[in-house]
């Protein structure tokens, strides 16, 4: 069996496996897939296709590997740029350790295709008015995003007490708005 065939094997049976998201951004509102979701499943079907991943940052680049473990010669590489994470309060090393993560978290899903269910496909067509109000809503999000920095969480957090929400994906248009306007004129 060609690697590639032991790949598209694996991403089938790791779809089979129904993995769930246990991770939570509570600022944004929405759960991802973490290393623990779906690595130890992953890793049993890798071995038992005759496959391993090796992960490495080299040129500003960071790389995953996929080799065939009975024909080395025969792999397939994945790679994305290399961004240096930033953390509140992190040392040096504990920043360079976030960036490892979340890198080789978001090159097996590339490269195993492990995916969210598309949320345009997932909305009503006769339901215009949502449509609009969430794509709003989600770049009002972004817009806030853009603004606020690490050392602004604590900021966000009392913008969200003072709204009562527990993410801003539950803020209505309006309130976006005014977190927006709000954390523009701090900047001032």
């Given at each position: 069996?060609?690697?590639?065939?032991?790949?598209?094997?694996?991403r089938v049976k790791l779809q089979?496996?129904?993995?769930?998201?246990?991770?939570?951004?509570?600022?944004?509102?929405?759960?991802?897939?973490?290393?623990?979701?779906?690595?130890?499943?992953?890793?049993?079907?890798?071995?038992?296709?005759?496959?391993?991943?090796?992960?490495?940052?080299?040129?500003?680049?960071?790389?995953?590997t996929v080799f065939d473990t009975?024909?080395?010669?025969?792999?397939?590489?994945?790679?994305?740029?290399?961004?240096?994470?930033?953390?509140?309060?992190?040392?040096?090393?504990?920043e360079l350790g976030g960036s490892?993560?979340?890198?080789?978290?978001?090159?097996?899903?590339?490269?195993?295709?492990?995916?969210?269910?598309?949320?345009?496909?997932?909305?009503?067509?006769?339901?215009?008015?949502?449509?609009?109000?969430?794509?709003?809503?989600?770049?009002?999000?972004?817009?806030?995003?853009?603004?606020?920095?690490?050392?602004?969480?604590?900021?966000?957090?009392?913008?969200?007490?003072?709204?009562?929400?527990?993410?801003?994906?539950?803020?209505?248009?309006?309130?976006?708005?005014?977190?927006?306007?709000?954390?523009?004129?701090?900047?001032?």
């Amino acid at each position: 069996m060609s690697i590639y065939k032991k790949l598209a094997e694996a991403r089938v049976k790791l779809q089979e496996s129904k993995i769930t998201k246990s991770g939570l951004n509570k600022f944004a509102g929405f759960k991802y897939y973490e290393l623990a979701d779906f690595l130890p499943t992953l890793n049993k079907i890798n071995f038992e296709l005759g496959i391993c991943t090796k992960f490495e940052i080299k040129n500003n680049n960071a790389f995953l590997t996929v080799f065939d473990t009975e024909k080395q010669d025969d792999c397939i590489i994945f790679n994305v740029p290399y961004v240096q994470s930033k953390m509140k309060g992190a040392t040096e090393i504990q920043e360079l350790g976030g960036s490892i993560t979340y890198l080789r978290r978001y090159l097996l899903l590339i490269a195993f295709e492990i995916t969210d269910g598309d949320v345009v496909d997932a909305q009503n067509p006769k339901d215009n008015e949502k449509v609009e109000d969430t794509k709003n809503k989600e770049k009002a999000i972004k817009m806030i995003f853009s603004l606020i920095k690490e050392e602004d969480d604590d900021a966000l957090t009392a913008q969200l007490e003072y709204y009562k929400r527990k993410d801003l994906g539950e803020c209505t248009e309006e309130e976006l708005k005014k977190i927006y306007k709000y954390f523009k004129d701090m900047k001032k």
